[in-house]
Every structure is written in C-alpha cells, then in structure tokens.
C-alpha cells in the first residue's frame, strides 16, 4: 500500500515541464525515454521493501530533477528511500545502451571522450586506488581486481599501472570500445552472469553502480559468491544525507532505483554476509565478506529511522539540516582526502 505525501509541487510528473539547463541532446534522450519507457509502461512494481520487506510506503515524489518519471517512495517501516517502480529487464538494458549517456550530458566525440577520462584517472581513480590500499592487503602480480559497470576503464588504470591484474564489465559497447582502444581488459556484457574461471578477484569496485541496480540483495549475493574469501568489496554511491540535504529533488534521478544512508547500506551489507571495514555519508564504503550467513552480532538486519523528516525539512530549508549537511560533507572530505595523499596525480 502506497500512500502520498510528496515533498512539494515541485514533485508532481509533468511530461511537458522539464529543466531549461537541459542540453540538445539531454532534451532528445528525455523524449526517446518518454516515448520507448514510459509510454510503453515499461516498469516493474516494487511490492516489498527491498530492505525489511514491508508493504506500507510513503510517496515522495513523481519525478527526478530532469523533468522524467521517477517514484520514489520511503518505507513506512524501516525508513529506507528507493524508488516504487523500476525498469523492467529489457528496458534497463535498453536505457542503459541507447539513453543513459546522452542524458547525462556526456558527449560521445573523441576529444570530449578523452578528456573526460584523463580527468577521472587523476581526479577520482588515483584517490580511490590509494584510499583502498589504505585498508586493503593487496598483491600486485598476484591479485586480480574487477570492476562491475566499469564504464571506460578509468578506474582501473592505477591498479593496472601498479601491476595488477584487472577486468572490467559494462553494458555500454561504445564506452567499452574506447577502454579497450586504451589497453584495458574489458567485457561487455551483464556483470551478473560473468563468469571468473581462472581465479577470484581479490577486490571488486562498485563505484556509483548499486544504486542503479534493480536488486541489491541479488547484487551482493552474487558478488559473495565470486569474491575471493579474503578479498574485499569496495563501494561508492550517492549518499542521500550528503546530496538530498541540500535540495531533495536534484538528488533524485531516474537512473537511480536507491537512496543510500549508511545505515540502509551497512544493514544490507550486513543481511548478505559481508561485514563493514571502513564506511560514511558520503558513501564510500570498504568492506570484506563474512564466512558465516548469520548476522553479526550488534547489528540489526534493518534499521529503524527515517529519511523523511530530514528530506521534509531540507525542502523546507531549514538551517539546522543544512548546517550539518555541510559539517558532514567538510569532516568526511578531509578524512578522504588525508587517506588519499598517496595518490600519484601526475601517472598520466
């Protein structure tokens, strides 16, 4: 049962109301997303919680800061955010080969490609690869890291530099092209049906992936079950107190079926046998898998708060939320920053 409580008519759909910052491309990409998607009613419900299983939620609000279709709903028990309805198999599949990178803004000409990989290599990739050694015990020439929607290859350039062993999957065949044009092992296809024959990673990065997966529990079981035993799993998405803090409605995106919390995560985490190395709001999170499928002890397999009062008052601009939106943003990015110094920017 679903019952609505949008945060504000800024959050009713309107098919004919959509930002003017919208680019020509990003305009065309909405249009063959309406036209292909919605029109069709390409969707799926979500009956349960994907987190504690309930029924009852709460709906926030019908659309994503691009203008598109996107219902996103608060569990009326455990409190977690994610979205009401998602893309049906084939349409995911669709979206993610023929939409989604016109409508984020990318531009597909090889210049423009270029330097936008450049830019992730030093800006993001080299500060992940330190942040994990950080944690991480692992072996160059020995280790294997993969990546799951690994885009370009970007963020695997520093451990391939290093002497790792590295592949990456992704759907998009044009971004694949362009990765594998720059010397990385990349594959494409469905990361959940990928086969390892040789070897287990030892590392597997989800870096702004999981919250575009239509099930996160088949998610982490399935990388439970291809990690190595001693390996670890690192993950980078949104973090709903981080972004929707500011404005809830541009945080919220249509390629986005979940809006993490530490909590929300940690407790699926946790229900899928993996246990919590290092995490924060932001949220990057470095964990490692857990022999045994019972949960470990001290943590509860759902949490118990609720997103909304705080998306509530942020659409309200209340001063206190902002207050320690941007407390959480300075502490946990220093933090980041001073695990990170090891990165070697200037690899290029």
């Not at 594998?180 to 590392?203: A, H, I, N, S």
């Not at 995106?253 to 946790?270: Q, R």
Request: proline letters at 4%; a positive charge; one cysteine or more.
């Amino acid at each position: 049962m679903t019952k609505e409580a949008l945060l504000g008519e800024g959050y009713k759909f309107d098919a004919g109301t959509f930002p003017a910052a919208l680019n020509a491309n990003q305009k065309e990409a909405r249009r063959v997303f309406l036209d292909e998607i919605h029109a069709k009613g390409r969707y799926a419900t979500v009956d349960n919680c994907p987190f504690c299983g309930a029924s009852d939620f709460i709906k926030i609000s019908e659309r994503d800061a691009k203008g598109l279709p996107c219902e996103i709903v608060v569990c009326s028990a455990c409190g977690a955010c994610f979205k009401g309805k998602i893309l049906d198999h084939d349409a995911n599949r669709y979206h993610y080969e023929r939409i989604s990178y016109s409508l984020r803004g990318k531009d597909r000409s090889r210049d423009a490609s270029e330097g936008l990989f450049k830019m992730r290599v030093k800006t993001f990739a080299y500060p992940r690869y330190s942040f994990i050694r950080h944690f991480a015990g692992l072996k160059p020439e020995r280790d294997l890291v993969a990546e799951f929607g690994s885009g370009d290859g970007a963020n695997l350039v520093p451990w391939n530099r290093e002497g790792f062993d590295s592949v990456g999957i992704e759907f998009d065949p044009e971004t694949v092209k362009f990765g594998r044009d720059k010397g990385l092992d990349l594959v494409q296809g469905d990361f959940m049906t990928y086969e390892f024959r040789d070897r287990k990673p030892k590392l597997v990065i989800l870096s702004h992936l999981l919250e575009h997966v239509s099930d996160v529990n088949a998610v982490l079981r399935r990388i439970h079950s291809v990690l190595d035993p001693q390996g670890y799993l690192f993950i980078e998405v949104p973090g709903i107190k981080g972004q929707g803090l500011g404005k809830p409605l541009l945080s919220f995106d249509v390629e986005h079926n979940y809006y993490f919390d530490l909590d929300t995560l940690k407790g699926a985490l946790n229900r899928n046998s993996f246990e919590m190395v290092y995490g924060d709001e932001f949220i990057r999170i470095l964990c490692k898998p857990r022999n045994s499928s019972v949960p470990a002890a001290g943590v509860k397999t759902a949490h118990h708060h609720s997103l909304l009062p705080l998306l509530q008052k942020a659409e309200k601009g209340s001063i206190g939320i902002k207050l320690v939106n941007r407390f959480n943003s300075l502490y946990f990015g220093i933090y980041y920053n001073l695990l990170s110094l090891g990165a070697k920017h200037d690899r290029m």
